[in-house]
């Protein structure tokens, strides 16, 4: 079984930055994609960015240039730098991860529990 936990969140003000972290822990498995979401009050969730094992990046338009995500595959860790952080950026933010596990390669997908990022005005 393949876990997430989201560490980072916290109160700033705009302007300001915050770093999230999530680690994978488990056994045998292998994560293709790991990437971060985000669902603020009264919306859907969204995709914030993602990451490939490679290293091939996707951002959504509205953090572009100012979120960096990264991971370090070694430690199973993904990591999002967020800068310049507008109140608009407040949200659940949720890791996740889809790649395969065990000898089959059956395919996964995790989620972690959450971490909130509240930019006060």
């Known amino acids: 079984q393949v876990q997430l936990v989201e560490s980072g969140g916290g109160l700033v003000q705009a302007g300001g930055s915050l770093r999230l972290s999530c680690a994978a822990s488990?056994?045998?498995?292998?994560?293709?994609?790991m990437g971060w979401y985000r669902q603020a009050p009264g919306k859907q969730r969204e995709l914030v960015a993602a990451?490939?094992?490679?290293?091939?990046?996707n951002y959504a338009d509205s953090v572009k240039g100012r979120y960096t995500i990264s991971r370090d595959n070694a430690k199973n860790t993904v990591y999002l730098q967020m800068n310049s952080l507008k109140p608009e950026d407040t949200a659940v933010y949720y890791c996740?991860?889809?790649?395969?596990?065990?000898?089959?390669?059956?395919?996964?997908?995790?989620w972690g529990q959450g971490t909130l990022v509240t930019v006060s005005s």
């Open positions: 996740n991860a889809r790649g395969v596990t065990g000898l089959a390669n059956t395919r996964l997908e995790v």
């Open positions: 488990g056994s045998s498995f292998r994560l293709n994609v």
């Open positions: 990451i490939t094992s490679g290293g091939s990046t």
